[in-house]
């Protein structure tokens, strides 16, 4: 058995990836491809398009929020949902307009960061 310890806290997004106020706390496990992180959306926020080379998988732990693929329909997502998204799929997901919203987020690859996602997009 092995106990990781923690080792900083938590940081606030960069402006250029997302929208609103976003914290996401050091890497929580990785292997040479892969991240887990522990991510924190304030009401409204969300981050800009962007797709991994290898997918990722969010997995909400509190909250409600959306979420969308390029072309597809937006989505309410809430605590106990996982999120899978293929390889290279252009996505961006975020909080409900009234809610905080925290997930889990594992992440294949490095992440390619695209445009902001308007309001539009964010209303639907």
């Known amino acids: 058995m092995e106990v990781a310890r923690k080792t900083g806290h938590a940081a606030k997004g960069p402006a250029d990836r997302f929208t609103g106020d976003v914290w996401m706390w050091p890497r929580i496990g990785a292997t040479e491809h892969t991240e887990v992180r522990v991510v924190l959306f304030t009401p409204g926020a969300r981050s800009a398009w962007h797709r ?46 009234g809610a905080f919203m925290v997930h889990l987020a594992v992440t294949d690859g490095t992440t390619e960061w695209a445009g902001e996602v308007t309001d539009d997009e964010y209303r639907g």
């Not at 080379?53 to 937006?74: D, I």
């Not at 996982?82 to 961006?92: C, F, I, N, S, Y």
């Open 52 to 97: 991994h080379p290898g997918g990722q998988v969010l997995h909400v732990t509190e909250g409600a929020g959306l979420v969308q693929s390029r072309g597809g329909v937006r989505e309410e997502i809430r605590a106990g949902d996982t999120v899978t998204t293929a390889p290279g799929e252009w996505h961006w997901h975020g909080a409900a307009a």
